[in-house]
Nanobody
Framework: EVQLVQSGGGLVQPGGSLRLSCAASGFTFGSYDMSWVRQAPGKGPEWVSNINSGGGSTYYADSVKGRFTISRDNAKNTLYLQMNSLKPEDTAVYYC??????????WGQGTQVTVSS
């Protein structure tokens, strides 16, 4: 059974940092591109970042470029999102997702990130 189990997140002040983790199981993690997607209250899903299967190529939305870093440890079957210089507009539920044929087929359970003073 494919599982993506997220951890991290929480409440942080503007300018602070958080790291999200996404532990994968039930499939060969190192063979798949992965993604982070977020959804703010009252808004639709917003793509945040992608990383290729080997970890050598990363892509970011303009809204997070230079502040967020996606990475992965294929030996630990874990995806990460390091978020620095957080802003109130980064408040959202964040999801990790597996990419297959330019679409998402499995999602993590989501984790709340709240940026507020």
């Amino acid at each position: 059974e494919v599982q993506l189990v997220q951890s991290g997140g929480g409440l942080v002040q503007p300018g602070g940092s958080l790291r999200l983790s996404c532990a994968a199981s039930g499939f060969t993690f190192g063979s798949y591109d992965m993604s982070w997607v977020r959804q703010a209250p009252g808004k639709g899903p917003e793509w945040v970042s992608n990383i290729n299967s080997g970890g050598g190529s990363t892509y970011y939305a303009d809204s997070v470029k230079g502040r967020f870093t996606i990475s992965r440890d294929n030996a630990k079957n874990t995806l990460y999102l390091q978020m620095n210089s957080l802003k109130p507009e980064d408040t959202a539920v964040y999801y990790c997702a597996r990419i297959v044929n330019d679409d998402y087929d499995y999602w993590g359970q989501g984790t709340q990130v709240t940026v507020s003073s």
